[in-house]
């Protein structure tokens, strides 16, 4: 159901509009993993998967935008913040950037995603 809701909101708007910031709050749960957003004083993870076994999470960012500008992963890739997240949710396993155009790695190891082949492979 969860899962169906998430779905739902990314093809809609290909963003995810609701998710539950990193507090005390109770957050969505489905498949042993946590889903959520991740709120800074300065900028935001649009999305953060932890994994519960394994103790990893992955760091993602979700665009509108069919071109690849590195501007899009400047929060992932900023020390401060990913030292913040891998003393609460355990070891940064990927950073993503999901958007419509096509898959590739960019240099700084963040993997740029096509949301909608994602969203049909889940």
Do not use: W
């Not at 946590?34 to 649009?46: I, N, Q, T, Y």
């Not at 069919?66 to 950073?95: M, N, P, W, Y």
């Not at 096509?102 to 190891?109: A, E, L, M, Y």
């Amino acid at each position: 159901r969860i899962l169906e809701n998430v779905r739902g909101r990314m093809l809609e708007e290909i963003v995810l509009l609701e998710t539950m910031a990193a507090n005390p709050k109770p957050r969505d749960i489905f498949e042993g993993r946590e889903v959520f957003k991740l709120m800074f004083e300065s900028g935001e993870f649009d999305m953060v998967v932890r994994d519960l076994e394994a103790g990893t999470c992955e760091i993602c960012e979700i665009k509108h935008s069919k071109e690849a500008v590195d501007e899009q992963f400047r929060h992932l890739v900023d020390t401060d913040k990913c030292a913040q997240v891998e003393r609460l949710f355990g070891r940064i396993s990927s950073r993503k950037v999901y958007y419509r155009g096509p898959d590739f790695i960019h240099p700084s190891g963040v993997e740029y995603l096509n949301v909608e082949k994602y969203l049909k492979n889940l």
